[in-house]
């Protein structure tokens, strides 16, 4: 059985976080570290920008919530704009799922599907096709590669990068989004799902569904000293 490295649950700000999603993926590529999972959440709030979106409104620069500015930080996927104020974000880095995008996204998405039944919500793929390139909020169309309510309410949008035979896919789980911080945002109101589950049995339950999807054993190691000393010279 494969063992994967699980990191536990960081919080920080979205361009620490950006720095160890891109430097786990360096060092899968480079064979020096093993497919890994974690989860994280973001302080203080941001926005994250996929990394080819250059249109977005000016006023974005200066938001704030709960009296603190609101980060505006690029991600090294693609995708479009993610509001991250009462979100849980995934991230997966591993390798050899082949050259078909959307293969490998449904590869991955496998483990939430799973995790989220366990927790009493079912969910299915987006349908949306290429227009979503036209709407900057990514959870105003649900792709192939977001999940979807029953009600087509999307509840996780997912961005991916490649380099070479190595994939980082992260995404953005809303747990307990503020409507009106959303709105003020994107200027559009949100679907809202009532989870109703802490934040560790969230986790717990899709790392179980992780290990069982993909028939793997986890190694649960917080980041050392010395990784963190890499990262944030990076």
């Not at 590869?107 to 349908?127: M, P």
Request: aromatic share 10%; charged share 20%.
């Amino acid at each position: 059985m494969d063992k994967w490295r699980l990191i536990p649950c960081i919080e920080a700000s979205g361009q620490v976080q950006m720095a160890i999603d891109t430097w786990l993926l360096e060092q899968h590529r480079l064979h020096r570290h093993p497919p890994t999972l974690r989860f994280y959440t973001w302080s203080p709030a941001a926005i994250s920008l996929g990394y080819h979106q250059r249109q977005f409104p000016e006023f974005w620069k200066s938001l704030t919530w709960q009296g603190q500015a609101i980060e505006l930080v690029r991600r090294p996927s693609g995708g479009r704009a993610v509001l991250h104020q009462g979100d849980l974000t995934y991230a997966v880095i591993t390798s050899g799922l082949g050259s078909n995008r959307m293969q490998a996204y449904q590869a991955i998405c496998e483990f939430l599907i799973q995790g989220w039944k366990q927790l009493g919500i079912e969910l299915q793929y987006g349908e949306a096709g290429r227009g979503y390139i036209h709407n900057p909020n990514c959870f105003g169309t649900a792709t192939g590669a977001d999940l979807v309510t029953k009600n087509g309410v999307k509840l996780i949008g997912s961005a991916q990068l490649r380099r070479d035979n190595t994939i980082l896919q992260h995404g953005s789980m809303r747990i307990k989004p503020d409507a009106k911080l959303f709105a003020q945002v994107f200027e559009q109101e949100i679907d809202v799902i009532d989870v109703e589950m802490t934040i560790e049995t969230l986790i717990n339950t899709l790392s179980k569904a992780a290990r069982e999807h993909f028939n793997i054993d986890f190694v649960v190691q917080p980041l050392t000293d010395s990784e963190w000393s890499e990262i944030l010279t990076t």
